[in-house]
Nanobody, 123 residues
Framework: QLQASGGGLVQAEGSLRLSCTAS????????MAWFRQAPGKEREFVAAITWNGDTDYYTDSVKGRFTISRDNAKNTVFLQMNGLKPDDTAVYYC??????????????????WGQGTQVTVSS
């Protein structure tokens, strides 16, 4: 089970740090990602990180503002979000691929999903 937390209400240009902690299983060998879903829109890819943390990936709209990281000892993945914009408002989901699999960015490639945490950015 993946548990996402850290969402909230923040003003534009503010920051939030999301956390995703796994319980009942280890994610230390799993590629991990964050997705988000705004009202009336499809769930979209935001950021991903390889199982060993040596490579990270971002959708263009968050590059330079968001940073994904992981602490495998704590079975946790983070998403540091700086310079938040109203367009970042969405429910954010963490997701895990099967262990040792190749990184992909489609939703269908992720086996385990967290319950989502709401991020609201006011202008």
């Amino acid at each position: 089970q993946l548990q996402a937390s850290g969402g909230g209400l923040v003003q534009a240009e503010g920051s939030l740090r999301l956390s995703c902690t796994a319980s009942g299983r280890t994610i230390k060998n799993c590629p991990m990602a964050w997705f988000r879903q705004a009202p009336g829109k499809e769930r979209e890819f935001v950021a991903a990180i390889t199982w060993n943390g040596d490579t990270d990936y971002y959708t263009d709209s968050v590059k330079g503002r968001f940073t994904i990281s992981r602490d495998n000892a704590k079975n946790t993945v983070f998403l540091q979000m700086n310079g938040l914009k109203p367009d970042d408002t969405a429910v954010y989901y963490c997701a895990a691929k099967a262990p040792y699999t190749v990184m992909t960015f489609q939703r269908s490639g992720f086996r385990y999903w967290g319950q989502g945490t709401q991020v609201t950015v006011s202008s």
